[in-house]
Structure formats: C-alpha cells, structure tokens
Nanobody, 128 residues
Framework: VQLQASGGGLVQAGDSLRLSCAVY????????MGWFRQAPGKEREFVAG????????VYADSVKGRFTIPRRGAENTVVLQMDNLKPDDTAAYYC??????????????????????WGQGTLVTVSS
C-alpha cells in the first residue's frame, strides 16, 4: 500500500487549502485514515481521522469547525479541506492509513501509533 499526499503551499491567514491523499494498492473502503501534522521542533500531532467502517470524521479540538475530512471513493482519495487557516496551522502534513481492527475506531484513528502506512509530508505555510 502506498499513500501520496499533495496540495500543500503558502497561503495567508484566513485562506483555504485542500490536501489530498491518494491511496494505491487497496481500496479506501474499510481503511481507517488520518491526517497528522508536525511543526518544526514539535511532536507530530493528530489533526483529523476518518474511520474505515463508516467514514465517521474525528477532529482535533484545534481544527474543529475549520477542517473537514471527506472521502472520495471514486478517486480512492481522502481529502483534508482546511478553511480559515491560521499561522499556527503551519506544519508538514502527513496522511496515514491502517486496516487494523479497532474496538473503538473513533479513538483508534486519533493515535499516531495506530497507523502502519504513511505518505510523505506536504508543507503548509500560513502567513499572518
């Protein structure tokens, strides 16, 4: 399985940006997916997740109401739609996936350790 993230760039505060994560080698159906980000000098942190069974979205408090994580089955892609961006959103963004079973999927997709498959990072820079 390979994941390919794209869509990063330089934007101004308040702008929107759409990241895409294309999955190759398996269907995203039944595949738990997540987006994480890592700012310079900081730990990689959870941003948003989508459970494989229902596609239920889960968000970090810092992005709730501004980011969404829709699935595009026809393209075998998961999107991170980011609106009202802030300078604190500046980071390298990584998509991740796993086919492991969770007893509580909405909790499982929040944990970096849950994911076995990772894409390369795509850089998002938000200027003030």
């Amino acid at each position: 399985v390979q994941l390919q993230a794209s869509g990063g760039g330089l934007v101004q505060a308040g702008d929107s940006l759409r990241l895409s994560c294309a999955v190759y080698g398996r269907s995203i159906r039944g595949y738990h997916m997540g987006w994480f980000r890592q700012a310079p000098g900081k730990e990689r942190e959870f941003v948003a997740g989508s459970t494989g069974d229902t596609g239920w979205p889960v968000y970090a408090d810092s992005v709730k109401g501004r980011f969404t994580i829709p699935r595009r089955g026809a393209e075998n892609t998961v999107v991170l739609q980011m609106d009202n961006l802030k300078p604190d959103d500046t980071a390298a963004y990584y998509c991740a996936g796993t086919s492991r079973a969770f007893s509580a999927p909405q909790l499982g997709v929040r944990a970096r350790e849950s994911f076995s498959d990772w894409g390369q990072g795509t850089l998002v820079t938000v200027s003030s």
